[in-house]
């Protein structure tokens, strides 16, 4: 397992969920990263993305403003702090990357490495 997504749990609404994603691969440094969320019966959808130097980042319109994404190379993480929770943020939050010196993609396809997903549930 190269990514190992952590950090989930129930968290009610307007609450703050913080995730963690450890990276095992030797190119972490040099990784886009990103996080992507899945509720059943709906497709994987994009949250975040970093690049590589973590000088960049792109959100996902539903999460702007509350989510913010960030990486340590030096210790191979990637976080995702989740702030102002809504009941629509529910759902498996998967860490994915891909090895690129470029700016980060948002798209699902552009990801090679993909970690094992780690449940949100927030609560009304």
């Known amino acids: 397992v190269q990514l190992q997504a952590y950090g989930g749990g129930l968290e009610q609404v307007g609450g703050s969920l913080r995730l963690s994603c450890a990276s095992s691969?030797?190119?972490?440094?040099?990784?886009?990263m990103g996080w992507f969320r899945q509720v059943p019966g709906k497709e994987r959808e994009f949250v975040a993305c970093?690049?590589?130097?973590?000088?960049?980042?792109r959100y996902a319109d539903s999460v702007k403003g509350r989510f913010t994404i960030s990486r340590d190379n030096a210790e191979k993480m990637l976080y995702l702090q989740m702030n102002s929770l809504k009941p629509e943020d529910t759902g498996v939050y998967y860490c994915?990357?891909?090895?690129?010196?470029?700016?980060?993609?948002?798209?699902?396809?552009?990801?090679?490495?993909w970690g094992q997903g780690t449940l949100v549930t927030v609560s009304s």
């Open positions: 994915a990357a891909y090895p690129s010196r470029y700016d980060p993609s948002s798209k699902f396809s552009d990801y090679d490495y």
């Open positions: 691969r030797r190119t972490m440094s040099t990784d886009v």
């Open positions: 970093i690049s590589w130097t973590g000088s960049l980042t």
